[in-house]
């Protein structure tokens, strides 16, 4: 069963910590995907990567950086954590060139920011 | 720029009923669009996919439409169960490429029943 898995499902952090997320996929896939969904406002994309060392900015990065060392592992880091970066995080991943671009996401992390 | 709406109200109906949830599209022309479910807590799961070039699209008892001209797709659930209530999701490909995708905000459906 294929599988997408984050680090934590639940996490409180301070204002001014340094958080990570961490995302792991055992697809092989080559697409892997950051969003953050807030009420509202539906999934939106903070960044990409489509292959390792590879990544780009999507519709949100300010505050957001990413890494992604090994192909099955993407990980997103907030450097200096703010209450407004408090939400549910969602990691994806697909394949490349496949016609229809499933993504497969993982269950979420919950980041509350005090 | 590329946008994606659905119906943020909650959609409520009984149980055996039909459940016809709406996905409109502006300023671009999606090559397919796909619909995903997200339950409480989780991440969302793909359900079905449906392409420019087809009318319709059925899985089990869900059927997707896609209407270029109206630039809609509407996603029903056919005799709906109790088990059927979660957030349904809309997205499309990104003109852009590099395989991103766009998504609505949701409609929340909750059958009663």
């Known amino acids: 069963d294929v599988k997408v898995t984050q680090s934590s499902r639940y996490l409180v952090k301070r204002t001014g910590e340094k958080v990570f997320l961490e995302c792991v996929q055992d697809m092989d896939h080559e697409n892997m995907f950051w969003y953050r969904q807030d009420p509202g406002l539906g999934l939106r994309l903070i960044y990409f990567s489509y292959d390792v060392k590879m990544k780009e900015k999507g519709d949100i990065p300010e505050g957001y950086s990413v890494s992604r060392e090994k192909k099955e592992r993407f990980s997103l880091i907030l450097e200096s954590a703010s209450t407004n970066q408090t939400s549910m995080y969602l990691c994806?991943?697909?394949?490349?060139?496949?016609?229809?671009?499933?993504?497969?996401f993982g269950p979420g992390t919950r980041l509350t920011v005090l | 720029s590329q946008k994606i709406e659905q119906n943020s109200e909650a959609l409520n109906i009984q149980e055996g009923k039909t459940a016809t949830l709406t996905c409109n599209y502006t300023n671009y022309s999606p090559a397919y669009l796909q619909w995903y479910r997200q339950d409480p807590g989780r991440g969302p799961v793909f359900l079905l996919l449906?392409?420019?070039?087809?009318k319709e699209k059925r899985k089990e008892r869900l059927k997707v439409t896609f209407d270029t001209t109206l630039k809609q797709s509407l996603f029903h659930i056919t005799a709906s169960q109790p088990a059927d209530s979660a957030t349904y999701l809309c997205?499309?490909?990104?003109?852009?490429?590099?395989?991103?995708?766009?998504f609505g905000a949701g409609t929340r459906l909750a059958v009663h029943p």
């Open positions: 997205a499309s490909l990104f003109s852009g490429g590099y395989n991103k995708l766009i």
């Open positions: 994806a991943s697909s394949l490349s060139g496949v016609k229809n671009n499933e993504q497969f």
């Open positions: 449906i392409r420019e070039n087809e």
